[in-house]
């Protein structure tokens, strides 16, 4: 079946580096791409997306790329912060389905 | 503006007991998903409405398992005869539901059944 998966359930990264979450996706159809972040306790936030006709997209801290050749997708986040600390879920969507598959996350850990 | 609204935050419910989980979407967002997320598991598919077209259900895990949504705008998601296996955090999301749109969610209802 079609799924999305993360390579690294847990990342820990020190305060002020780089941080990139990697995911993999295997539906070839999928066409839009969203990065979710989770707090605990709370529901997932919308962080960006990317749409397959983009390589790469950038927002305010974090920066969405876009491989479809190999089907990877990941999440840079610059001078990752305490607050940055939170489960990140990637989810693929089809052209003109509305159905989302979700990951199961990244945690990812800020060390002071 | 307000995002998705859902109440309650918490609920503890005896075994077999009926609950109603409540989703109040975003202004203006036609589609409306439930979403059930075990501990430490990724988030399920439940439920899906858009406008008035007939809701895909295919992912209720059983017959005890209904929602509403009325006027295109609440859903009550309803859990008849709870069992312990039932307990999660339910979330609910909207979108605008056309061409590639996210989904917003809500802060979900913790629903444990002792």
């Known amino acids: 079946g079609e799924s999305v998966g993360l390579h690294l359930p847990t990342l820990s990264v020190q305060e002020g580096d780089n941080s990139i979450i990697n995911c993999a996706y295997s539906?070839?159809?999928?066409?839009?791409f969203i990065w979710y972040k989770q707090e605990s306790g709370k529901g997932p936030q919308f962080i960006i997306d990317i749409r397959s006709n983009m390589d790469k997209r950038q927002g305010q801290r974090v920066t969405v790329l876009l491989n479809k050749t190999v089907k990877h997708l990941s999440l840079q986040i610059a001078a990752t912060q305490p607050g940055d600390s939170a489960v990140y879920f990637c989810a693929e969507n089809g052209s003109g389905t509305y159905k989302y598959i979700f990951g199961t996350g990244t945690r990812l850990k800020v060390l002071a | 503006g307000a995002g998705v609204s859902q109440s309650p935050s918490n609920k503890v419910t005896e075994k077999g007991k009926d609950v109603e989980l409540r989703c109040d979407p975003i202004?203006?967002?036609?589609?409306l998903y439930w979403y059930r997320q075990s501990l430490g598991q990724g988030l399920e598919f439940l439920i899906y409405f858009q406008g008035n077209s007939a809701p895909d259900k295919s992912g209720l895990p059983s017959d005890r398992f209904s929602a509403e949504r009325t006027g295109g705008s609440v859903s009550t998601l309803t859990i008849q005869r709870t069992q312990q296996e039932d307990s999660a955090v339910y979330f609910c999301?909207?979108?605008?539901?056309?061409?590639?749109?996210?989904?917003?969610f809500g802060n979900g209802t913790r629903l444990t059944v002792t």
């Open positions: 999301a909207s979108s605008l539901g056309v061409g590639n749109s996210p989904l917003h």
């Open positions: 202004s203006g967002h036609t589609a």
């Open positions: 539906n070839s159809a999928s066409d839009y």
